[in-house]
T-cell receptor, first 110, second 114 residues
Framework: QKEVEQNSGPLSVPEGAIASLNCTYS??????FFWYRQYSGKSPELIMF????GDKEDGRFTAQLNKASQYVSLLIRDSQPSDSATYLC??????????FGAGTRLFVKA | NAGVTQTPKFQVLKTGQSMTLQCAQD?????MYWYRQDPGMGLRLIYY???????DKGEVPNGYNVSRLNKREFSLRLESAAPSQTSVYFC?????????????FGPGTRLTVT
């Protein structure tokens, strides 16, 4: 069974701090990895994708990929209360299919 | 540019009733997907269509059927609804070139089966 695992949280950080979200995946054949943000009662919204080992930065967000360790992370710098949401990690597996983790709830305290 | 649209937004069914969830995208994407999301379980793939004219089973296809009507539209049918199918259903679409295949989601349909 191919899986993507995340800590369900909640992860609580003060406003302005760095939030660090982590995920591991089981399929060594996975090539692309995604982070989605989902507000309560809303649909998932793509934040970033990464497919090369190393870091990828986009504004306050940095995605990190380590294929040897099968590990993906998302750093959110200068966290804001508006970043409070559930963050879903996902990995491609077997062609066009994508497997999602159950998500980590992030709470940013003002 | 509406992105991915879904109808209806909410639905209540009695056990044994049937219904079709509609999905359309205007991004000219080749691939479309149906997921269900239950508390604590993340998104699970029901069916997907890699391109117009093809459909394949995902992780949890039992009790569902799909139709890829054309490049824009992908419908999900529940022939005989069961309480276990109470969930939030999301449709998504993606391109099929490049390396990422990032998916874009519709607003969801909240289905309750009593």
């Amino acid at each position: 069974q191919k899986e993507v695992e995340q800590n369900s949280g909640p992860l609580s950080v003060p406003e302005g701090a760095i939030a660090s979200l982590n995920c591991t995946y089981s399929d060594r054949g996975s090539q692309s990895f995604f982070w989605y943000r989902q507000y309560s009662g809303k649909s998932p919204e793509l934040i970033m994708f990464i497919y090369s080992n190393g870091d990828k930065e986009d504004g306050r967000f940095t995605a990190q990929l380590n294929k040897a360790s099968q590990y993906v992370s998302l750093l959110i710098r200068d966290s804001q209360p508006s970043d409070s949401a559930t963050y879903l990690c996902a990995a491609t597996t077997g062609g066009f299919k994508t497997i999602f983790g159950a998500g980590t709830r992030l709470f940013v305290k003002a | 540019n509406a992105g991915v649209t879904q109808t209806p937004k909410f639905q209540v069914l009695k056990t044994g009733q049937s219904m079709t969830l509609q999905c359309a995208q205007d991004m000219n994407h080749n691939s479309m997907y149906w997921y269900r999301q239950d508390p604590g379980m993340g998104l699970r793939l029901i069916y997907y269509s890699a391109s117009e004219g093809t459909t394949d089973k995902g992780e949890v296809p039992n009790g569902y059927n799909v139709s890829r009507l054309n490049k824009r539209e992908f419908s999900l049918r529940l022939e005989s609804a069961a309480p276990s199918q109470t969930s939030v259903y999301f449709c998504a679409s993606s391109e099929t070139w490049g390396r990422a295949y990032e998916q874009y989601f519709g607003p969801g349909t909240r289905l309750t089966v009593t």
